[in-house]
């Protein structure tokens, strides 16, 4: 069954840095893509970042980029999210998501979640 | 604003049929990128409910169908009932932005 944990979200004062981890389980992690995807209170889904299996090719949404660093440990069996020079806008629950290699690639499983908060 | 278009809201009594459109363009769903599908109750996280623009994950109804045409998609359920009550969104892959993108989300409720 395939498992997917984030952790590392919590308050955060504007222009500071936060660090997520996803931990997953239950599926040859070395084998899928990853995404980050973030969803802001009430609001709709928002893809963020994608990392390939070595992690030598990655993307970023253009509202992250130069801000946002992903990066995974195929040994630890997680990825990881940087966040600096945070902004108010970046609150959200922060999803990792697994990457289906099919049909351009769908999101077919995802953690549950935690939730970033940037105000003073 | 989403680079697919969705509506905002639709609403049907028990037993009915409600349909959900997903409007891309030529750099995503009229590339043409697959379209998928994704239900999200209050609180949780999204689940897949259609990739492939039709096809059907284990476990999911087939009161669930999907479509696509051109630059456009479409979600159909049939026999609406009680427990479909949740936000529902589309997504694919746009090649002018390097990423994936998703509808704003179409909020689905039983009457």
């Known amino acids: 069954q395939v498992h997917l944990v984030e952790s590392g979200g919590g308050l955060v004062k504007p222009g500071g840095s936060l660090r997520l981890s996803c931990a997953a389980s239950?599926?040859?992690?070395?084998?899928?893509?990853m995404s980050w995807i973030r969803q802001p209170p009430g609001k709709g889904l928002e893809w963020i970042s994608y990392?390939?299996?070595?992690?030598?090719?990655?993307y970023y949404a253009d509202s992250v980029k130069g801000r946002f660093t992903v990066s995974r440990d195929n040994a630890r069996s997680s990825i990881y999210l940087q966040m600096n020079s945070l902004r108010g806008e970046d609150t959200a629950v922060y999803y990792c998501?697994?990457?289906?290699?099919?049909?351009?690639?769908?999101?077919?499983?995802w953690g549950q979640g935690t939730l970033v908060t940037v105000s003073s | 604003q989403s680079v697919l278009t969705q509506p905002p809201s639709v609403s049907g009594a028990p037993g009915q049929r409600v349909t959900i459109s997903c409007t891309g363009s030529?750099?995503?769903?009229?590339?043409?990128?697959?379209v998928h599908w994704y239900y999200q109750l209050p609180g949780t996280a999204p689940k897949l409910l259609i990739y492939g623009n039709t096809n059907r994950p284990s476990g999911v109804p087939d009161r669930f169908s999907g479509s696509k045409s051109g630059t456009s998609a479409s979600l159909a359920i049939t026999g609406l009932q009680a427990e479909d009550e949740a936000d529902y969104y589309c997504q694919s892959y746009d090649s002018s932005l390097t990423g994936w993108v998703f509808g704003g989300g179409t909020k689905v409720t039983v009457l």
């Open positions: 239950g599926f040859t992690f070395s084998d899928y893509y």
């Open positions: 990392i390939s299996v070595s992690g030598n090719v990655i």
């Open positions: 998501a697994r990457m289906y290699p099919s049909s351009y690639y769908y999101f077919d499983s």
């Open positions: 030529s750099s995503n769903i009229g590339a043409p990128y697959d």
